[in-house]
């Protein structure tokens, strides 16, 4: 079986490398020749724990290809994934830009039977626009007897356990619209799932609603324990007690009830904004969902607030630690990351950051440029700080040497935007310590 996957970002590339271990043999297409080149070379430009060695071993096998030029490779393949980017256009729908020049490509240099499937998370019914738009034009260049299919596959990957998630899946979501999409689809996923053979297959415009549903619920849960944390910090429960007693209840779970500084990343804040818009344009407002954007927003802000009411607003010219910059550990995704408000928030009140991430300094320089001081590691970034905020829950933050910490600080005031530090020993250590969701 010959695959292509056109795109390769976060989706696009770990796919392939995923399936070229499964022993298929795919053509990874991206239109930036650097980005190829640079693959080509073992250069990955994504961080992900274990995506370079799967890239290169596959790439050295010939059975992981990169290429440019789509039209070249198409009629060779049985398969198209078009994993291209869908982000967040002015008005918060999925801009699907990039999804049409690729079906534009395809529509123009097909000449053999083909499946294309959409992995990005693109609006409900888009599998049917490029349906729609490769049948008119292969009627165009006088191809009508030319079949071909169309189906939806959403991924479902976690940043930062993407190749463990793809080898070893929950379940896959496969939209399809005939007997011959099906057969290929499982035949195409068979080797992931030989234990439990988990794909779901469903209509076409269902799969394209369950990733978007299933994004706004977790999301929803994210944002619904900020609300209790913050309602628990006021009334004086503490949130870390009310999420065990809430978790052991096999109706609800444990699992999305930490609360924190707020979610970002490349998936729920433009799939929220998406979702919303599809109602709309439904003539449906989403109002619970709504509702969780706009929590969510009000939660990025809240480490900034607590550091600014410990100092009662006397703020401009103090100096900030902040560990972890990426929206989440083990990857160096900064999109919509809580970082980014909090030192926006910093900045504007003329204090000074110093900030320090294990993956994400190259990314942040990005979006920060020099407005901050890059440190080298967790203690150049405290030196001479007025207060350490923890945005990002990496695991080399959990255990630092707080004497050392308390030696080099300025002021000894811990903001812990994901609740990894136990208060009372803080404490114990001289420190001045505020989580979310519990008693100051």
Request: proline share 3%; glycine share 8%.
């Amino acid at each position: 079986m010959k695959v292509a996957i056109i795109g390769t970002g976060y989706v696009g590339l770990v796919s392939g490398a995923c399936f070229a271990e499964m022993g298929v043999d795919v053509t990874c297409v991206d239109i930036d020749k650097e980005k190829i080149e640079g693959l080509k070379q073992g250069l990955i430009p994504i961080y992900e724990p274990g995506l370079k060695g799967i890239v290169m071993r596959n790439y050295e096998a010939e059975r992981l290809h990169f290429v440019t030029d789509l039209a070249s490779v198409v009629n060779q393949m049985d398969i198209v994934f078009i994993a291209v980017g869908t982000p967040s256009d002015n008005d918060g729908n999925a801009d699907l830009s990039y999804v049409d020049k690729v079906v534009e490509t395809i529509a123009n240099n097909m000449t053999v039977p083909l499946l294309v499937v959409t992995k990005s998370t693109v609006p409900v019914g888009t599998s049917f626009r490029v349906r729609d738009k490769i049948r008119k034009r292969l009627d165009e260049r006088g191809l009508t007897k030319l079949d071909f299919d169309v189906a939806s596959n959403p991924e479902f990957l976690k940043e930062g356990a993407a190749i463990n998630d793809f080898m070893s899946p929950d379940r896959v979501v496969v939209g399809v619209e005939s007997k011959t999409a099906e057969d290929l689809m499982s035949k195409l996923y068979r080797p992931f799932l030989l234990n439990n053979f988990r794909i779901i297959f469903m209509d076409i415009l269902s799969a394209e609603m369950t990733k978007y549903a299933s994004n706004a619920m977790l999301a929803t849960r994210i944002s619904f324990m900020n609300d209790i944390a913050n309602l628990s910090e006021i009334v004086g429960a503490d949130v870390n007690m009310v999420r065990k007693g809430m978790g052991s209840d096999t109706r609800i779970g444990r699992s999305f009830l930490y609360p924190g500084c707020g979610y970002g990343g490349s998936c729920f804040p433009k799939d929220i904004r998406a979702i919303i818009k599809i109602g709309e344009e439904a003539g449906y407002e989403m109002k619970v969902i709504k509702a969780v954007e706009e929590v969510n927003n009000i939660q990025k802000s809240i480490l900034f607030k607590k550091f600014n009411q410990y100092f009662d607003g006397d703020i401009k010219g103090k100096t900030v630690a902040v560990w972890g910059l990426s929206f989440k550990p083990e990857t160096d995704d900064m999109r919509d990351a809580p970082s980014l408000t909090l030192i926006d928030s910093l900045l504007k009140s003329e204090v000074k950051v110093r900030a320090y991430d294990p993956a994400a300094m190259q990314e942040a320089q990005k979006y920060l440029d020099d407005k901050i001081y890059y440190a080298k590691d967790i203690y150049d970034a405290a030196f001479e700080a007025d207060a350490l905020i923890v945005p990002t829950e990496w695991k080399e933050f959990r255990l630092p040497g707080w004497a050392v910490l308390k030696k080099i600080m300025s002021n000894h005031l811990v903001i812990d935007g994901r609740n990894i530090y136990n208060k009372e020993e803080l404490e114990t250590h001289g420190f001045e310590y505020r989580g979310i969701g519990q008693k100051s």
